[in-house]
Each structure stands twice: as C-alpha cells, then as structure tokens.
C-alpha cells in the first residue's frame, strides 16, 4: 500500500505531483491551506484521494493532516513536502515578519510534517521523502533572499536526514526546480521573470507536471540508490 502525503497541493506544482502520483496507485492526501482549493484538487483527481485542510507551519494542524491519513489510508508511506510561499523584496525592504514567514511555511513546515511521519516509517524500516526546494536554493536569486535561505535550509535538511535514517530504510531527497509556469512564478514581477528567462539554456519555464515526473521518480523503487540527492529540473540554471 502506497499512501503519499502532498502538502501545498491545491495549485500548480503541488497538484500535479498529486495527480501524478494517484494515477500511478497511489492513495493522495491533498493538503492545502485553503479548503476549497484542496477539496477542487481532490474531486478532479477522483479515485483514493483525500482533501485536508492545514497550514504545515503550525503544529496542530500538522497533526491533523498526518492523522487524516491514517485513518483514511493508513500511515504515511511517501511524504512530499512541497507547501510553498513567494514574496518578493530588495533585501534592504524586507520586513523580518516576512523573513519569519517564509522560513515558517518553507522550513518549519518540512521539518514539521517530517518530524511527524518518521516514527512509524522508522518502526516499518521504510519510507519516502521528497522535499520540494528550488534552483535559488543552490544559487539565490535577486529580491528573494528569504526565499533562497529558506529553500536552502531545505537542502541542508534533506542531506542531513539521509544520512541519519538511510540505514533504517527511509529514503530522503529534494526535487530542486527551476522557474516552474506556476501562480506562485506568477506572482513576481514581470521583469524578474523576464529577466531569469534570458538567463535560462532552454529557453523556456518548465511545466508543474515536468517536476511531478521527477517526484514520481524518487517516490520509487527505481530510485533505490538516490539517498540525499538533490535534483534539478531547473531548464539549465543550474548544471552540476
């Protein structure tokens, strides 16, 4: 039984690593801050799928989301943590509420809603994690330093987690996207994407559902060998 746990999936990247992940078998918590984005998700995938309201930063409404699960499912066997928040500012305009936020929802919440799955995959000797990061995590980007520190936080974390639980059978890894044709992308200003297309090899933004291949992959046993890795379906930004 595959039961995966999506977080932040009501829209863009989210929803398609939720949808792609149910027509593969599985059985979809589709988590989101905003019921009525989470309950559309869950009806237009149909199937084993299950809407839950709750924001990842907060500890309670982690518990809830996990808890959902199992009572739908059973515990959470594939975790991706993809719950997301975009804001931009020149650092020197950037107010610390909105530092706090984006570290909350960013990196609290991942480390929240893995620091409540891991006992029962730890006691199982299985499990996945696929934490969603971003290209500006690796390499930064201009009026998003809170958005970079963040998702480089969530890089850190994933290699330091995979090599404290690999042993026991919990595979963690980190997705690290380029600029994705997301609302969130959307949200920037039109010089910033403009700009940060030029910059790109391929020419061109990538796809929600081109990331959800690379989760689908990792959620997999074709990936057994990938153990802290972090991948990036970035259009080239960056090249490792």
Not at 202 to 214: H, I, K, N, S, T
Request: glycine share 10%.
């Amino acid at each position: 039984m595959k039961n995966a746990i999506v977080t932040g999936a009501g829209s863009g990247i989210g929803r398609a690593i939720a949808t792609r992940l149910a027509h593969d078998g599985y059985n979809v918590i589709v988590n989101d801050f905003r019921a009525e984005a989470a309950d559309a998700v869950a009806k237009e995938i149909g199937g084993n799928v299950t809407p839950i309201v709750g924001d990842v930063s907060k500890e309670v409404d982690v518990a809830k989301i996990v808890a959902a699960c199992r009572s739908a499912f059973g515990d959470c066997t594939h975790l991706v943590n993809n719950a997301g928040h975009v804001h931009q500012s020149r650092f020197v305009d950037l107010e610390p509420a909105d530092f706090d936020r984006m570290f909350a929802v960013h990196t609290r919440g991942t480390y929240l809603m893995m620091r409540a799955v891991m006992p029962a995959m730890l006691a199982k000797n299985q499990g996945v994690i696929v934490n969603i990061a971003s290209q500006l995590g690796q390499i930064g980007g201009v009026e998003l330093v809170h958005y970079s520190g963040a998702k480089s936080a969530i890089i850190g974390m994933t290699k330091a987690l995979a090599r404290e639980v690999s042993a026991s059978g919990v595979r963690v890894n980190a997705v690290a996207p380029g600029p994705i044709n997301t609302p969130l992308v959307m949200a920037l200003s039109d010089e910033w994407r403009k700009t940060k297309a030029a910059e790109l090899p391929l020419g061109r933004f990538g796809e929600p559902e081109e990331v959800a291949a690379a989760v689908a992959f990792l959620c997999s046993p074709d990936a057994s060998l990938f153990v802290g890795q972090t991948i990036g379906p970035n259009s080239g930004d960056v090249m490792l």
